[in-house]
């Protein structure tokens, strides 16, 4: 498994996350709206880091103090329930471990990058430079936050 790396200024194309319900068979997808980030706005305040496919970005039950919006690839997420795992495939624009960043709890699921994934990282610092530079939009953001994390 390899390190995350910093990158330079990777693409923006789409966002949307999938569901995948094992209980109806894994050819079933669903579509779940996702809130609005303005990923390129951020990109400014913001580090860059790379995984590759395999690499995990987030174990359940690990604290961390940060919160990853991805800008480039797709993550898998999986999350143990009562009935069985639940999955989620996570693509650009998506955030991971919004609830835990916002809740300061650790994380509640595992997060495991499907191809090269590229993210943004937030943490209590970039957020409050944001907010020093660019109010509105940390204000957005962090209702956005909010939001995907409710």
């Known amino acids: 498994m390899s390190e995350p790396v910093e990158s330079g200024s990777p693409n923006l194309v789409r966002h949307s996350i999938w569901l995948n319900c094992p209980q109806v068979g894994p050819e079933y997808t669903a579509s779940v709206a996702q809130p609005s980030i303005d990923v390129a ?17 987030r174990q359940e039950g690990q604290h961390c103090a940060d919160t990853y919006l991805i800008i480039d690839g797709s993550v898998t997420v999986a999350r143990k329930t009562k009935r069985s795992p639940e999955i989620v495939v996570a693509e650009t624009g998506s955030p991971i471990g919004e609830i835990e960043f916002i809740q300061g709890t650790s994380a509640i699921a595992t997060v495991t990058a499907r191809t090269e994934t590229s993210v943004l990282v937030l943490d209590a610092r970039t957020v409050a430079h944001l907010e020093q530079k660019q109010p509105a939009l940390a204000a957005h953001l962090l209702h956005q936050l909010t939001i995907a994390a409710d």
């Open 41 to 57: 706005s951020l990109q400014p305040f913001c580090r860059v880091l790379r995984f590759a496919p395999g690499d995990i970005l």
